[in-house]
């Protein structure tokens, strides 16, 4: 059960490194879009989009690897004090009652909306804006899987410390 999990936490972290290294650029795209704005008084619609879509990319890969390392959002009043099992038992329902429907409603209203802007070769609204806007919507499904196979490396690793009462290798 542990294997299966530990390969997907392995992809999550690759991913998660890979598009950690986007945070640069992504500073420096915004930095340099201020700069060409209020220093310059001049502004790029390409420059401005660019900002989006890497973060857009940035926020879509990371999401699973947050979830791995147990960085999402939680409400930790009672959480904290609780033993191993009932932690597990209130992650597990939490993930099967909000993350998992949650995903699989992301993934059916996301599919046909990506898959129209494939069709038509979606581009930007401005004239010199970027031409892929059906790159940038396809982070939607690329969203929903990434964070679908960590919430499902999530799941097993919760099972073996609700079925054991200890922590499995991470």
Known sequence: MLGIADIIDRITVLTGKILACLILPLMLLVFVNAMARYAFGTGHVWLFEAVGYCFAIVA???AGWALKEDEHVRVDIFYSIM???KK????ILG???LLVPFLWLMWDRSLPYVQRSWKMREGSVE???IPFVYLLKTCMLAFCVLLGFATFAF???RLHV???GQ???T
């Open 127 to 129: 004239m010199s804006g």
């Open 60 to 62: 879509v890969g990371l």
């Open 167 to 169: 922590e499995g290798d």
């Open 88 to 91: 597990a038992v209130i992650d």
């Open 83 to 85: 033993s191993r099992r």
């Open 155 to 157: 799941l097993l690793r």
């Open 95 to 97: 993930t099967l009652l």
């Open 162 to 164: 609700l079925i054991t």
